[in-house]
């Protein structure tokens, strides 16, 4: 079996005590089962720039190739160019980006530093999975550096159409830089869409069938694989949790029938503050919801050092505030925000609870959270999911109340009918959800892309790379670590892939 490298900005560490994003849990099973080396920052900052890894570290099946970043990268490829430019932009909010040249530069500084650093690791039969946008320029440095072994890259969030990413110079570059990859993924037949028309309109790419593009006498093939959730699992977690100390004493503390719920991290494209004027609508309107209904948001901080973080936290604080004033009662608080994290399981233990759930982001790549929604419900008695058709999850779960997350009356309107709704409407909608995600897993959707990027390789030429030369570094750096030299050349052949795969 081709060892599988995954690169990734965030990388889930032994012991590095961070919780996991959607991005690990994604990915931690399917390196659990196949082993792999996963690659990336060390979550760290220090002061030098190093060209080879910080740090070598294994758990399980899965070794940890990673590096620090300089404070002035953090600053740079972090926080100003892939959270306040790409992030923004690929989301479709060009109004909060903050712009500024010197950032790209450092950001092309760091994915090349990356490459350095993961070079001389690599084996001639590896399979290379690049993940998200911090790395768009990561597959062009790869083969600059003469890796010619299959690359991969997916994107988790959305990708925007190129009238939205043409306000920052740089995109064009990157979308070139990421055509470099044998297969680039996304979440929706929108994104896909979307990089189509930018790879024509920036990098003059001609598109050679549905999902295939020619560039620089490269093809580079296209597939949409909407992220998964392990739905059984977390049913299992959900119900596990719902007499659980905690869960019981939120049950006390309000009434379940009229609990509105929502768990996302404090983040723009979450609709929030939005989400606040359809809850106050709601209030406003059906006068009977006052005294009784609760909206219980966490919303985790997150990315606390990028300015439009900061403010929408103010903007959050300032509504919740008068939301609670205008509206509330001596004895009732219509909302409760919490803004510290809480663990899957006892995320999985409010949302069985919840009678509906609000996933109303302006713009989401996914969506996990409305998937584990689903998975929490008791199924003979489930909550409404009220979910934005803006979600990348609205394609699957369009059994969902489905809102435009701008449009107040219309968010209102539905949680109104969610909370009015039948309980044979309630089962209904609910199995059908449930159909669309119980027999999905994150290691499934991890196998469907690392086959087709077999098959992709099976129509590439792949000639290996010098072997001996490619490992003289990581013998230097831990020789325990360093890897055989027996490792099958790469299969080109598809049939045979999807055999060991499946
Ligand atoms: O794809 C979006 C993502 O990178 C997810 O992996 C993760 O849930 C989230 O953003 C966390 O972002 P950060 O690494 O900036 O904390």
Same mark, same amino acid.
């Given at each position: 079996?081709?060892?599988?490298?995954?690169?990734?900005?965030?990388?889930? #560490?032994?012991?590095?005590?961070?919780?996991?994003?959607?991005?690990?849990?994604?990915?931690?099973?399917?390196?659990? #089962?196949?082993?792999?080396?996963?690659?990336?920052?060390?979550?760290?900052?220090?002061?030098?720039?190093?060209?080879?890894?910080?740090?070598?570290?294994?758990?399980?099946?899965?070794?940890?190739?990673?590096?620090?970043?300089?404070?002035?990268?953090h600053d740079r490829y972090y926080n100003n160019f892939s959270n306040g430019v790409l992030w923004p932009l690929l989301h479709t909010l060009p109004q909060l980006m903050r712009y500024d040249r010197a950032d790209a530069r450092v950001y092309r500084g760091v994915n090349a530093r990356m490459a350095a650093a993961l070079v001389p690791l690599l084996r001639p039969s590896d399979l290379i999975w690049v993940h998200d946008y911090h790395l768009l320029a990561l597959p062009a440095a790869l083969r600059s550096r003469g890796v010619q072994?299959?690359?991969?890259?997916?994107?988790?969030?959305?990708?925007?159409? /190129?009238?939205? &990413?043409?306000?920052?110079?740089?995109?064009? *570059?990157?979308?070139?830089?990421?055509?470099?990859?044998?297969?680039?993924?996304?979440? *929706?037949?929108?994104?896909?869409?979307?990089?189509?028309?930018?790879?024509?309109?920036?990098?003059?790419?001609?598109?050679?069938?549905?999902?295939?593009?020619?560039?620089?006498?490269?093809?580079?093939?296209?597939?949409?694989?909407?992220?998964?959730?392990?739905?059984?699992?977390?049913?299992? *977690?959900?119900?596990?949790?719902?007499?659980?100390?905690?869960?019981?004493?939120?049950?006390?503390?309000?009434?379940?029938?009229?609990? &509105?719920?929502?768990?996302? #991290?404090?983040?723009?494209t979450k609709g929030l503050p939005q989400r606040l004027a359809g809850y106050r609508r709601l209030l406003e309107k059906h006068p009977q919801w006052s005294s009784h209904a609760t909206l219980v948001q966490i919303a985790a901080t997150s990315r606390k050092e990028v300015g439009s973080y900061q403010n929408l936290r103010a903007t959050l604080d300032t509504e919740a505030g008068r939301l609670?004033?205008?509206?509330?009662?001596?004895?009732?608080? /219509?909302?409760?925000?919490?803004?510290?994290?809480?663990?899957?399981?006892?995320?999985?233990?409010?949302?069985? &609870?919840?009678?509906?759930?609000?996933?109303? /982001? &302006?713009?989401?790549?996914?969506?996990?959270?409305?998937?584990?929604?689903?998975?929490?419900?008791?199924?003979?008695? /489930?909550?409404?999911?009220?979910?934005?058709?803006?979600?990348?999850?609205?394609?699957?779960?369009?059994?969902?109340?489905?809102?435009?997350?701008h449009d107040a009356d219309m968010v209102a309107d539905a949680l109104h009918t969610a909370l009015t709704m039948s309980i044979a409407e309630r089962q209904s909608r609910w199995q059908t959800l449930w159909s669309r995600i119980e027999d999905r897993t994150p290691i499934g959707w991890g196998r469907g892309f690392v086959a087709a990027l077999l098959r992709t390789a099976g129509i590439t030429t792949v000639a290996p790379a010098p072997v001996r030369q490619l490992f003289s570094n990581v013998q230097q750096l831990a020789p325990a670590a360093a890897p055989a030299f027996d490792a099958p050349a790469f299969d080109v052949t598809g049939a045979a892939a999807r055999e060991r795969l499946n």
């Open positions: 079996m081709n060892r599988l490298i995954v690169v990734s900005n965030r990388v889930p #560490r032994p012991d590095s005590g961070a919780q996991a994003g959607g991005l690990a849990v994604a990915l931690d099973g399917l390196m659990e #089962r196949r082993g792999g080396l996963w690659f990336g920052w060390s979550g760290d900052v220090s002061a030098t720039a190093t060209q080879t890894p910080t740090r070598l570290e294994s758990a399980g099946a899965i070794d940890f190739a990673t590096i620090d970043l300089t404070p002035d990268e072994n299959p690359i991969g890259f997916f994107l988790h969030v959305p990708f925007a159409s /190129p009238d939205v &990413l043409g306000a920052a110079s740089e995109v064009a *570059t990157l979308v070139r830089d990421l055509l470099s990859a044998d297969l680039v993924g996304f979440q *929706t037949d929108n994104d896909l869409n979307n990089f189509v028309a930018a790879a024509k309109a920036f990098a003059g790419a001609e598109q050679i069938g549905p999902k295939l593009l020619s560039f620089a006498q490269r093809t580079v093939r296209l597939g949409v694989f909407p992220v998964e959730i392990d739905a059984r699992r977390f049913a299992e *977690t959900a119900a596990g949790m719902e007499t659980s100390a905690p869960a019981m004493r939120l049950r006390r503390s309000l009434d379940p029938e009229a609990l &509105l719920l929502g768990i996302d #991290r404090l983040d723009p609670n004033a205008d509206l509330g009662e001596p004895d009732w608080q /219509p909302l409760r925000l919490v803004t510290r994290a809480c663990s899957r399981e006892l995320g999985a233990a409010y949302m069985r &609870l919840a009678r509906v759930g609000l996933v109303t /982001p &302006l713009r989401d790549g996914m969506n996990l959270v409305a998937k584990e929604f689903v998975a929490a419900q008791n199924p003979d008695n /489930p909550g409404v999911l009220v979910l934005s058709r803006f979600a990348g999850a609205a394609q699957q779960l369009d059994a969902a109340i489905l809102v435009n997350p």
